[in-house]
């Protein structure tokens, strides 16, 4: 097999533990997958060619780390798989991993830290492997945006906020997509925490919370919110260091750009006042 070859293998491993990334649904993407020498298994070669390519040494390379921690077979996988980013099971002695492509080329800490997850089920490795895959979400296949982004509610519209907030404050150069996210079923009350804003760099896209669409929410309130999500466009999440592994989400340049909104201490404020209310709409 050459070093740019890859070969599909049908079918999933099950019952493996998962650390997952939930993203929007996709069809799973084909697999990229090498046996270990010396083992026979069933391949059915598929009519197209692979969707993604992998450098056989680095993959091999990381084979052989698992295999030095793992105390017996170890046979890896490489996919594009969004859904299942980590995955493990050991039958009869043998360690079956399938892996995401962006370790294969990931800090050697992030590596060590993937082995003892992968060959030990190491908890505390296991979380640091899930801030690195939260910050290089764009190494992920890029999700599916919604057929219809939704700006204009029944009291707020978003677009127009956030032109207004684009030209104040950033000179009208942030250009992500913003759009209402759609409300929770029907008869769900029990929130504690509830998520106003979010932004997807995967799919330059920022969310609001459909329950800031009130009459009652303040319109300062609502643009407090956007801006914070258009200065997440503008400043990307990136790791503090490599020792830590740790996503630096709202660095102090952030924090003091976020209060250069001219109703940010009101807003904050109004919130203060307004959770339970929001918790409970």
Known sequence: MGSRQAL?????????????????????????????????????????APQIF????????????????FPGLVVL???????????????RGV???RVHHMFLDAPQL????LVAYVARGDKVASARIGEYIEAHGDRLLR??????????????????????LNARYFDGVANPLITWGKRGRKGVRSRTTIKLGSYSAVERLIRI??????????????????????????????????LASRRCVHPPEFREREREFVNFTRAMEWEKRHIGRLLRT
Request: charged share 20%; net charge positive.
């Open 209 to 242: 919370h459909p329950t800031l669409d009130r009459t009652w929410v303040p319109r300062y309130f609502v643009a407090s919110i956007i801006h914070h999500e258009m200065l997440h466009h503008l400043m990307p999440t990136s790791p503090v260091t490599l």
């Open 95 to 97: 360690l079956r991993a």
């Open 77 to 91: 996988s490489i996919t594009d798989n969004r859904h299942s980013i980590i995955s493990r099971s050991v039958t």
């Open 54 to 69: 992998v450098h056989e040494g680095a993959r091999q390379a990381l084979e052989r780390k698992l295999t030095a921690s």
């Open 110 to 113: 992030i590596v060590d830290a």
């Open 8 to 48: 599909q293998v049908l079918g999933a491993i099950s019952g493996a533990p998962r650390l997952s990334r939930k993203v929007l649904a996709r069809p799973r993407a084909p697999l990229a997958f090498r046996a270990a020498p010396g083992r026979s298994l069933p391949l059915v070669f598929p009519s197209r």
């Open 143 to 164: 999700a599916t945006r919604p057929s219809t982004l939704l700006t204009k509610g029944k009291h707020h519209d978003l677009l127009a906020i956030f032109h207004e």
